[in-house]
């Protein structure tokens, strides 16, 4: 038997934009991080997200026939410290982590039975202060999610970081 249970620590809300054609997405969100976002990228406007599990549906937002697409969802994490943390994510279909403007170099979980949960995982750097978390997700076709979470060494969250969109236990 195996037991299955809805994975812990994932940041549940964002502001999210999109569905961008896939070969015609964006850059990155140009934000100072202490700026509040206006317009996301080419002009659309931010959405929140917010629901109360684990992955974050794309599907739910924009319907189910926007493949080959990919969205942009940002957050803040108010961090007490300059901290080095673990980053896990998860993409369906496929996707990219930025903190501060910087792209996290993501290596993929070769473990054979991972679902899309903590199958990219990464190291950053937070400052002390607020700090854009921006995720970049796309869909080749079928579903569309994605997962993120931050982590100390321990697997655990982090100590002293808050999440500016909010944080569900």
């Known amino acids: 038997l195996v037991e299955v249970h809805e994975p812990t620590d994932c940041v549940h809300f964002w502001m999210i934009a999109g569905p961008y054609p896939r070969d015609e997405t964006p850059p990155v969100p140009a934000y100072e991080p ?3 976002p206006q317009l996301a990228p080419d002009g659309r406007e931010w959405r929140r997200y917010q629901m109360r599990i684990a992955p974050v549906l ?3 937002v924009y319907g189910e026939d926007v493949d080959r697409s990919c969205a942009w969802a940002i957050n803040f994490a108010h961090s007490v410290t300059h901290q080095t943390v673990d980053v896990y994510a998860g993409f369906d279909d496929d996707g990219e982590i930025w903190i501060n403007d910087r792209q996290v170099p993501l290596r993929d979980d070769d473990n054979p039975f991972a679902t899309w949960v903590d199958t990219s995982i990464g190291t950053a750097e937070l400052r002390s202060g607020r700090n854009k978390i921006a995720v970049k997700t796309c869909d080749e076709d079928g579903g569309w999610r994605f997962y993120f979470r931050l982590a100390g ?17």
């Open 34 to 36: 202490a700026e509040a």
């Open 153 to 169: 060494n321990d697997g655990k969250r982090v100590p002293g970081v808050d999440w500016e969109y909010g944080f569900e236990e």
């Open 58 to 60: 794309l599907d739910t």
